[in-house]
């Protein structure tokens, strides 16, 4: 959804129409969904090693696609907000928060791809481990936990607080 938003943010400041880039994005996550319920279907039916083999390369394309959109619209916003006149208010927050997202959530992304291609070839290298419950705790705190709390944190937003011209506190009596 944030590299939607970058992508709709970046369409619109071009110039672009932006009318298919929602319905758009909602078709690939289908048919992207429905080819992984396929991948698991075909691999409990069929659970040989070449099937093992294919889910995790699905999973490591998914994670490539997925880190070539956060670099394609999120350098394309750096960019343009690098563009900005340097006393636009805000505009060194939204860099720094655009920049870090970006880098964080496609270095993550790499890190899965090729640690799902490692793991398809290595029988050694299995990240779906039962026998080292540290091991992938490891793995997904590294790749998913701690740049997702990155990412909330650096995007984090505390609303001001709205001041009410004509509001009046009931009275309890």
């Known amino acids: 959804m944030l590299a939607l938003f970058w992508a709709e943010i970046s369409y619109q400041a071009r110039g672009l129409d932006t009318d298919g880039l929602r319905s758009g994005f ?3 996550n289908g048919v992207v969904y429905a080819m992984q319920v396929l991948v698991w279907v075909l691999l409990w039916l069929n659970p040989n090693p070449s099937m093992l083999v294919l889910s995790k390369l699905f999973i490591a394309g998914l994670s490539f ?3 070539l959109g956060f670099l394609l619209y999120g350098g394309r916003l750096f960019l343009m907000l690098k563009r900005f006149p340097i006393e636009s208010k805000g505009r060194q927050q939204k860099l720094s928060e655009v920049g870090r997202v970006a880098t964080i959530c496609s270095c993550c992304f790499l890190a899965r791809c090729v640690m799902m291609c ?3 070839f290595n029988k050694d290298a299995d990240l ?3 026998d080292h419950p540290i091991l992938n705790f490891i793995y997904y705190l590294l790749v998913e936990i701690v740049p997702s709390a990155l990412v909330l944190y650096i995007l984090r937003r505390i609303p ?3 001041k009410l011209a004509h509001y009046h506190p009931l009275s309890s009596g």
Request: charged share 15%; hydrophobic share 65%.
């Open 26 to 28: 909602y078709i690939i």
């Open 65 to 67: 696609s997925a880190a």
């Open 118 to 120: 490692f793991a398809a």
């Open 128 to 130: 779906d481990v039962l």
């Open 160 to 162: 001001s607080k709205l």
